[in-house]
């Protein structure tokens, strides 16, 4: 046995029979200074219920599974048009079975008094109808992103959570990890100085061309109602502020039948009213871009990939030197649910209210506008 080992069983043997007493706990503290140190997560206090409705991809694999790390909110109810689906899935989650429903009897979770929030994940021409018809029965809601297919449609959701008197949150979920609320935090502060440029790009390569996400009637449009909208997102958030102007190009790949009724690629220009100039690109077309960068007046600062559910990576760059920043990593949809919990049991308003995803699509229009004519519009 070497010296070295067996000094080092007697430095954890001591280490151990020192623990036993407050004293020598302290002690041993004083030795393993500098090691990380563990955080003992509270127990959990009252949660609100959610019922989700739709169950496709994104509320099997990211939203039921991200209930384990809530703190303040738990799956109660389910609504699907598919029973087989429905019961599987409660059976995994404990969801009792009399408060699964279809859409014929949606309405009814009115007298569910079980369930505190909706969490509207269906396709985008169907969140204005199930959003109203939630509120109108009482209940919270948090609808996916895009808020709803036309302006017109988010006003309609809008006035409905205000006659309810019930919150209304968009999912907008980078809104709530750490890595896009430190760039927040950057930019507002001038960390590295006065924005002068933001770049926003988001794109990945589309498959099966009979998804509802090519349907425009279910989709309200391609690409930039999809995945462009976090490249709007960044640029609004990052400044702070809202665009005075747009101007937007859009191309589809003739003959690509996934295209037939909406975009492709479409790029676009904000001004902002600070001088900020964004360059925005959204497609369906090319896979791997999911980044942004804010260029300052000493130098720059980047997410890629930015908005990703996991694997976010921050990068700044000043005095010639380029570094990674590590955050915590935090389950994206546990914290924006958790939100709205909070929001519900303090009667706050939340970050992200229904207001949020109007501008959203009022911009968007504006960039489908300008896009179409050529012209600049001015916002």
Not at 101 to 126: A, C, K, S, W
Not at 147 to 152: C, V, W, Y
Not at 356 to 370: C, N, P, S, V
């Amino acid at each position: 046995m070497s010296d070295s080992f067996a000094k080092e069983i007697t430095r954890r043997g001591f280490i151990a029979r020192v623990g036993q007493s407050l004293a020598v706990a302290n002690l041993a503290g004083t030795l393993l200074k500098g090691a990380e140190a563990l955080e003992v997560p509270d127990p959990p206090g009252k949660k609100l219920g959610w019922a989700i409705v739709g169950l496709g991809s994104l509320a099997i694999n990211q939203i039921l599974p991200a209930f384990a790390k809530c703190e303040k909110s738990k799956v109660v109810a389910l609504v699907s048009g598919h029973p087989d689906k429905a019961n599987k899935l409660a059976l995994r989650y404990g969801v009792n079975p009399k408060n699964i429903y279809n859409y014929q009897n949606y309405d009814t979770i009115r007298d569910n008094p079980e369930v505190d929030i909706i969490y509207i994940v269906l396709p985008n021409g169907m969140h204005a109808e199930y959003t109203v018809r939630g509120l109108q029965a009482g209940k919270h809601v948090l609808s996916e992103k895009p808020m709803a297919n036309t302006p017109a449609d988010c006003q309609q959701m809008v006035d409905a959570g205000r006659k309810a008197n019930r919150k209304l949150m968009v999912a907008y979920r980078c809104r709530y990890e750490p890595y896009n609320q430190e760039a927040i935090r950057m930019a507002r502060q001038q960390e590295l100085g006065p924005i002068k440029v933001i770049l926003a790009d988001h794109g990945f390569n589309i498959g099966d061309p009979t998804q509802w996400r090519l349907n425009k009637a279910l989709a309200g449009g391609g690409s930039l109602m999809d995945i462009g909208i976090y490249s709007l997102q960044a640029a609004r958030y990052l400044t702070g502020e809202e665009p005075s102007e747009i101007n937007a190009m859009m191309y589809s790949t003739p003959g690509d039948v996934r295209f037939k009724e909406v975009e492709e690629t479409i790029n676009f220009q904000l001004r902002f009213p600070s001088g900020v100039l964004a360059n925005c690109t959204s497609s369906y077309g090319y896979s791997g871009q999911n980044r942004y960068r804010v260029v300052t007046a000493k130098g720059w600062f980047e997410l890629e990939p930015a908005t990703q559910y996991t694997g976010l990576r921050m990068y700044v760059h000043h005095d010639n030197t380029t570094e990674e920043r590590v955050l915590p990593v935090r389950d994206h949809f546990a914290l924006e649910m958790d939100h709205m919990s909070g929001c519900v049991m303090e009667n706050k308003e939340p970050l992200t209210p229904g207001e949020e995803g109007l501008r959203d699509l009022t911009i968007m229009a504006g960039i489908y506008e300008a896009a179409r004519t050529g012209k600049t519009i001015k916002l």
